[in-house]
């Protein structure tokens, strides 16, 4: 991928891309904000793609996944830095920050992945991490916490209304299974990861899953994967190396072998000469 990670201070991520890459797939469990040290990024959500350029940054919720795309741009490679908030983190600053419990709902705060604007707050904060690019000088951990809190109080600053967000501790509500497969079949998943992102445990993922397939989830995705790829080829036009990567296989070789087991045929028959 072309991406280094010098190193994860308590929850505070750097990394840097030294070539021009193809995207990542990113999913975060935990709220995070993503700034631009250099370089620029490319967030595409599967509705829209945001530009994030150098001494910028984006909101990323929790359970959310999107591709990220970070390359060089105005002749200088892409480095960022990753503020994770974890579910643990923002316990203990929800106990420190009574004003928050009062705090205005949510409503009206855009939902998703998104710029945030740049204020002083953010950038006194990020300037002052730059720094810790530089491997040799490995800051103490307490004093990375200090700089979550601050990254924390720069995004209530920016909209006091991230604070029903952040601090709803509630377990997330169950959503429908197969809606979320249908929209998400292209990307690996864990079993355990399918449980979470769907809002359930893993024992009732499993039980649910039964009530609306016979087949095991990894079944179900990899003929899903197949019905995508042959509509694709047989109605689109598209040949065989165009859509493989592009339905959630990993090689050309498996994705025809279970192409021609589920159909009766190659891949090939169906694709222009």
Request: charged share 25%; net charge negative.
């Given at each position: 991928m072309g991406e280094k990670v010098i190193f994860n201070y308590d929850n505070v991520i750097y990394s840097c891309f030294y070539d021009d890459s193809d995207g990542c797939i990113h999913r975060s469990r935990e709220y995070a904000i993503n700034y631009v040290h250099s370089g620029e990024m490319l967030l595409d959500t599967g509705e829209e793609q945001i530009r994030v350029c150098k001494g910028e940054c984006a909101f990323i919720p929790r359970d959310h996944h999107?591709?990220?795309?970070?390359?060089p741009a105005g002749g200088e490679r892409y480095c960022g830095i990753f503020l994770s908030f974890t579910r643990n983190f923002l316990r203990e600053m929800y106990a420190k920050l009574g004003q928050a419990k009062g705090a205005p709902t949510g409503y009206g705060l855009k939902r998703g992945v998104f710029k945030l604007p740049r204020t002083v707050e953010f950038a006194s904060l990020f300037s002052s991490l730059v720094p810790f690019f530089?491997?040799?000088?490995?800051?103490?951990?307490?004093?990375?916490h200090l700089k979550l809190q601050e990254g924390l109080l720069a995004l209530l600053h920016v909209d006091a209304r991230f604070a029903s967000i952040l601090f709803d501790?509630?377990?997330?509500?169950?959503?429908?299974?197969?809606?979320?497969?249908?929209?998400?079949?292209?990307?690996?998943?864990?079993?355990?990861?399918?449980?979470?992102?769907t809002g359930r445990s893993l024992t009732t993922f499993k039980r649910d899953f039964k009530k609306i397939s016979d087949l095991t989830p990894e079944k179900w995705l990899i003929r899903r994967r197949l019905e995508a790829a042959y509509d694709m080829m047989r109605e689109g036009g598209k040949k065989v190396a165009?859509?493989?990567?592009?339905?959630?296989?990993?090689?050309?070789?498996?994705?025809?072998?279970?192409?021609?087991k589920q159909y009766g045929v190659a891949p090939t028959a169906l694709t222009p000469s």
């Open positions: 999107i591709t990220m795309y970070k390359r530089d491997t040799a000088v490995r800051p103490h951990d307490d004093f990375m501790f509630n377990e997330p509500w169950k959503i429908d299974i197969l809606d979320f497969l249908n929209k998400n079949y292209m990307y690996e998943f864990s079993m355990e990861e399918l449980a979470h992102y165009d859509v493989y990567l592009q339905v959630g296989f990993k090689n050309q070789s498996h994705f025809s072998s279970a192409f021609k």
